[in-house]
């Protein structure tokens, strides 16, 4: 079936196979951390989990299938995406720059999303847009894997927009990509998974204190609504002033708890 309209041309060829990967990606990395969480809640390390609250079977439908939603807005944009490919209005790059250079890219990518991420995400806390853009996502106080996606429509467009702004301006090699699509899903169900993975030594050094932990975005859900707005890394929400005051404390009381005799982070730093 020919519209002669080449976008929706696109979507009603190729939408199926786009909503299947990317709503695969999803599933899977979704899956997987409830799957982690759910052993590790039977181990030594159970008292990792964030909130004393817990998530409801309801707070979870309700966040796939908010997270279904986004996926197929994800798939009406790759359609215009892949029009735009096709007629020059977007980067298209299939082959390698080398493996520094396209390292570099990813490095790159991984950076401008967070800062993206850090601006599209506190623009939508404005209070005359928070109700039609961001309230949908902050109905989980208590965040599982499931709410990796869980957007209204007016947010999946401000994320999805990421890409084809990335696009226009950088030739990216189609594996970088493929591997930064990846690690954005898997970090974002991370950051929703109400349990803390990193170790209890990981503010403690100016190594790893940067990258975003669980508890600095549970904090943002439950407790510290206009503050941690970051993605992967801590460094917008320290030089805006927005970072929680209470993270690194936070932090400390959970992955400390059932050690009440084991020296803090900070102790061990100094």
Do not use: C
């Not at 429509?153 to 702004?165: L, N, S, T």
């Not at 975003?212 to 859900?221: A, E």
Request: hydrophobic share 45%; glycine share 6%.
């Amino acid at each position: 079936m020919n519209t002669g309209i080449p976008p929706l041309d696109i979507l009603l060829t190729k939408g199926q196979y786009v909503f299947a990967f990317d709503f695969g990606r999803y599933l899977i990395a979704a899956s997987v951390t409830f799957s982690i969480v759910w052993l590790l809640r039977r181990t030594a390390l159970r008292q990792r989990k964030i909130q004393t609250r817990e998530a409801t079977p309801a707070d979870m439908r309700r966040e796939f299938l908010q997270s279904m939603q986004s996926a197929i807005v994800y798939t009406v944009g790759a359609a215009f995406l892949i029009w735009g490919s096709q007629n020059g209005i977007f980067k298209r790059f299939d082959g390698s720059f080398g493996i520094g250079t396209d390292l570099l890219i990813l490095a790159a990518i991984i950076i401008a999303h967070d800062a993206y991420f850090y601006w599209a995400h506190r623009f939508m806390h404005h209070p005359k847009l928070f109700k039609h853009f961001h309230y949908a996502h902050h109905r989980s106080i208590t965040p599982t894997p499931w709410a990796a996606y869980s957007f209204a429509i007016p947010e999946a467009v401000v994320m999805f927009m990421f890409v084809p702004i990335w696009q226009f301006f950088v030739p990216t090699p189609g594996w970088v990509m493929f591997a930064w699509l990846n690690f954005q899903i898997i970090r974002n169900a991370m950051g929703h998974a109400g349990f803390e993975f990193f170790p209890r030594w990981w503010l403690a050094t100016p190594l790893t204190s940067w990258i975003n932990t669980t508890v600095h975005h549970d904090l943002h859900h439950h407790g510290g609504f206009n503050t941690n707005y970051g993605l992967y890394f801590t460094w917008w929400d320290k030089w805006m002033g927005t970072e929680h005051p209470k993270y690194h404390a936070k932090f400390a009381e959970v992955v400390n708890r059932g050690k009440e005799d084991a020296p803090l982070p900070e102790a061990i730093h100094a």
